[in-house]
């Protein structure tokens, strides 16, 4: 084979190395162990306490578990998607707010952190957010959290998703300003 043959073979080869690494933006894992095996051991995601409300105060887990969907513009849409499924929008209105708190504003009562959001899904909360623990699966509770977190502008602008499948009312989240979230009576976490 001579050179002029060998460039062309040479140029498709540097190509296909230069999209090898492309970007994640986009990638879809479909068999994966979740993540949060320990997202929620000991964690204190708020000062508030059904039974004695001085008991404690909320204390920051010792490390942060990284939602694996939080830059994933699939897994956001996939969250999208579920949240309708397991009829989130049934009492967060589309995440408006309505029999559960809004998730369209920067008033978080037990924190934004992804880790708190699992935890609001697993654990449940008092007054009406019921557990599904064992219901859903940790994959799918963590592209619900990512979800969750970009109806309030939290994720990046290129990975909220754009529109919604339902009846347009408002802004895509792709469009909602970032605000800084704080708990309840201005308390604000670190």
């Known amino acids: ?112 952190e992804p880790q708190n959001i699992y935890a609001d899904i697993v654990e449940g909360r008092p007054n009406g957010m019921p557990s599904f623990r064992g219901k859903i699966p940790d994959q799918q509770v963590w592209e619900i959290v990512a979800y969750v977190r970009s109806l309030s502008g939290l994720l990046p602008k290129d990975v909220a998703p754009a529109r919604s499948d339902e009846m347009l009312t408002g802004n895509p989240p792709s469009s909602t300003p970032r605000e800084q979230p704080h708990g309840p009576e201005g308390v604000h976490p670190k």
């Not at 002029?4 to 879809?28: G, T």
């Not at 994933?72 to 589309?94: I, P």
């Open 1 to 112: 084979m001579n050179t002029e043959a060998k460039l062309p073979l040479l140029l498709s080869a540097l190509l296909l190395l230069a999209l090898l690494p492309a970007c994640e933006r986009e990638d879809r894992r479909f068999r994966e162990p979740a993540p949060s095996s320990g997202a929620t051991a000991g964690l204190t995601v708020s000062g508030l306490h059904p039974a004695d409300p001085t008991k404690g105060t909320a204390q920051p887990p010792a490390t942060w578990v990284q939602n694996p969907y939080a830059d994933n513009a699939y897994g956001v849409a996939e969250g999208q998607k579920l949240y309708e499924a397991y009829n989130c929008s049934g009492c967060h209105f589309h995440g408006g707010g309505g029999i559960g708190p809004p998730l369209m504003d920067n008033t978080w009562i037990y924190g934004s």
